[in-house]
Each structure stands twice: as C-alpha cells, then as structure tokens.
C-alpha cells in the first residue's frame, strides 16, 4: 500500500474506549508502530488499568492534556499532537472513534498531509448535539483510509459522498470481547447474585439536574439490585448537583475483564455509552439505551430499546425482560478485524 521506504505509523487514543478499541490492532502492523496517549482520560481508573489489563504497552508519547472544555481539550491535543507529527514524519495516522482526540488526530494529519485512517468511519447518530457526531463527521472528512464497523456504516459514508478507500472491516470491539476472558471476582467481591448492570456518562443525561434525579429514583424502585460503575463526570455531577442515589449500588470504574464479566452475568444492562450497548448484544443481554438515537440502528428490535423518557425506566424493565429475544446475529463482523485492517495497510 505504501510502496517502498520506511513505514511509520501512529496510533493516537487518550480515553477509555479507544484502548479497548486498540487492543488487537497494535503491533500487528508492517512497519514501526508508535504509540500516542493524548491525555484526555488520566485517572488509573480511566487509563492505565486497560494498558495494565488489556496488555496494551507503554505509550512512546503521553500529551498529558487533561480536561477541559471542547474547544481547550481538542485545541491543546492539536497543539502537542502536530509536534511529535513533525518530529516523527509518520507515514500513516490511526484514529479511533469519536472522541476529542479523535477529531484533534484528524485535523491534525489532514492539515501536515500525513494519511490519516479512521476506526469506526461511517458511523453515525444523525444527532448533532452529540459532541461525538461534529468529531465522526469531521474526522470521516479528513480521512484518507474509511475503516468502517459495518455495512451501515459503509452506506453513511455513501450518502456523504465518500467512497475512495472505504473498508468494511468489522468492529475492533468485538474483536477485544473475544479475545479477553472476563473476571468474575468482582461479581463474587461485591456478593451479587442476580443484578442489572447501568452505566450514564452522556452531558444530555449527567448534566442535568432533573433527568439525573429521575435516573437515580426510577432505579431505586426496581427490585433487583442494580450495579452501577461511575464515570468521573457523573461522579462530579452528583456532587455538583446534589443527587440522592437511593439504593443504586455505585462502584469505582472498572477495568474492562470486569466489565466483561458483570455485562455477561446482568440479567440486564441499562446504559447510554456507544461502546456498552454493543457488548450488550455481544453478552447476550438485553439493554436499555436511554438516548433518543443511537450511532448502532443494527441493535434496534434485537434485545436493544430506546428509551428517553425516565420516568418509563422501570416499565420498559418489565417489558424488555418478558420478551424472547435472539442475539444470534452476527451484527459486528466475525470478531477478525484487526487481521482485515493489517491486510489493508500490508
Ligand atoms: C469522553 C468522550 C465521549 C466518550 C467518553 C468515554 C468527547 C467529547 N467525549 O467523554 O465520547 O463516550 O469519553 O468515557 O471526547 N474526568 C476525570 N478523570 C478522567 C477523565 C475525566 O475526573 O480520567 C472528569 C473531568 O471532570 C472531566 C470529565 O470527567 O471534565 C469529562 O471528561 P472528558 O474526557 O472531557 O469527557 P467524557 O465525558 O469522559
Ligand atoms: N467500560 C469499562 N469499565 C467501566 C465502564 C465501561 O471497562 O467501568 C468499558 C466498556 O466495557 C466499553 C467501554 O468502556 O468497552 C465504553 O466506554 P464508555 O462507555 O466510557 O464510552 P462510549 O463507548 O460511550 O464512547
């Protein structure tokens, strides 16, 4: 693909569900492979516990950015990132998903005329007050190499007019789902039995008072004990915003075998992250989406609702677990996508 001369390639991630994302694709490529931690996610929780977990290595560059607003964040990746691009002179840029540091990676490579490639290109909630709709659209149109999930994806960059190096290549995530085994010590620490599992990270939902509450209070009425690993954002919206938690039982982030683990065990699984709706189908375990839209329409009708109204949480347990549902489907490709990424790139 590349022709003779040295290749160079960078990776760049920085929160949470890039590491899970990159986990099979690093060092299977031809050429060196350095790798770039932007920052963007930092607490041990957040960051190190998948490098340590998922054996990913030591990044060769860490930006050490930190938090901010949209415009700080993605502004200082921007910043850091195109220096190590003019001192390294990479050959390729390997962008993953739709974070901050997705958007800085592309604009970034785009503007030093390095080739950039996108996971997850096409993948799309057609909801532009998503902060991660601006940065898969714009990292997309800055993309030289279109490394999409799934057909759907495929056909959304269709719509946009981009058709010139697009891949279907299957989901990277899957591919981590297989090939970690999850650890059910935290099940057997935390003496759960039978137990629903809920993440809530999304500024929609954690930044108002109101739905937080409401969150909070239609989970405390649900009789089966519900698990809930909390973002830093949420936790700090909590206390900002003085939330009673009722009898939700929250726990510290959770490295990702435990995740795995407790996403398998739920009875289900009711969150609004991109990355747990999907390992809900991969787990076999119905969720509920609580969004309005969501970025995988391939999990509509297959164990996956939509549900924006709150106050409807603890029916839509009821129906959802009276269904019978079939996750035989092989939605996400077949768990090979790294291996399609290295034939692209060989
Ligand atoms: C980011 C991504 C989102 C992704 C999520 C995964 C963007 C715009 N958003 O959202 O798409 O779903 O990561 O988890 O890129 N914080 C800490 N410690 C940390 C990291 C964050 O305390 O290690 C707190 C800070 O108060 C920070 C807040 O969490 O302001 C939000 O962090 P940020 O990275 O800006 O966005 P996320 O909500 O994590
Ligand atoms: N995850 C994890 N520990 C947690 C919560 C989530 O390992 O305490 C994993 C989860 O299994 C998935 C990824 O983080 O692989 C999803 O990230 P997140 O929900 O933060 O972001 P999103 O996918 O919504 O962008």
């Not at 719509?159 to 935290?186: A, C, H, S």
């Not at 739920?266 to 999907?278: E, N, P, R, Y």
């Not at 839509?316 to 269904?323: F, H, Q, Y």
Request: aromatic share 8%.
């Amino acid at each position: 693909m590349f022709g003779v001369g040295v290749v160079k390639i960078i990776h760049l991630v920085g929160a949470r569900p890039q590491f899970i994302k990159l986990a099979p694709l690093l060092g299977k490529l031809k050429g060196d492979e350095i790798l770039v931690h932007s920052g963007q996610h930092y607490d041990y929780s957040m960051s190190k516990i998948f490098f340590d977990t998922l054996g990913i290595r030591e990044p060769d560059y860490h930006l050490g950015v930190g938090s901010g607003s949209h415009a700080e964040q993605a502004g200082r990746i921007m910043v850091e990132f195109e220096k190590v691009c003019i001192k390294e002179k990479p050959t390729l840029i390997i962008i993953y998903g739709d974070c901050n540091t997705t958007l800085a990676g592309a604009l970034v490579g785009s503007k030093l005329h390095i080739p950039v490639a996108h996971v997850e290109a096409g993948v799309r909630s057609y909801d532009k007050k998503m902060p991660e709709e601006i940065n898969r659209v714009t990292a997309d149109h800055c993309s030289t190499f279109l490394l999409a999930p799934t057909q759907t994806a495929v056909e959304n960059l269709k719509k946009e007019g981009i058709t010139k190096n697009v891949y279907n290549v299957g989901d990277l995530m899957y591919e981590t789902y297989l090939n970690q085994k999850g650890d059910d010590k935290i099940i057997r620490d935390l003496g759960l039995d039978e137990f629903f599992l809920a993440t809530l990270h999304r500024p929609s939902n954690v930044d108002n008072k109101e739905r937080l509450q409401m969150f909070f209070n239609e989970l405390s009425e649900i009789a089966t004990t519900v698990v809930l690993p909390l973002h830093p954002r949420t936790k700090k919206m909590i206390e900002q915003l003085q939330i009673n938690t009722g009898t939700v039982k929250l726990i510290k982030p959770v490295g990702y075998l435990s995740m795995k683990a407790l996403e398998c065990a739920a009875k289900l699984i009711i969150t609004d992250s991109g990355g747990v709706q999907k390992e809900a189908y991969y787990a076999k375990t119905p969720a509920i989406v609580l969004r309005d839209t969501t970025e995988w329409p391939e999990l509509l009708g297959k164990g996956t609702v939509l549900l924006m109204d709150f106050l409807k949480i603890k029916q839509t347990v009821s129906e959802i677990l009276s269904e019978d549902i079939s996750f035989d489907e092989e939605l996400f490709g077949d768990g090979k996508a790294s291996e399609e990424i290295v034939r692209i790139f060989q």
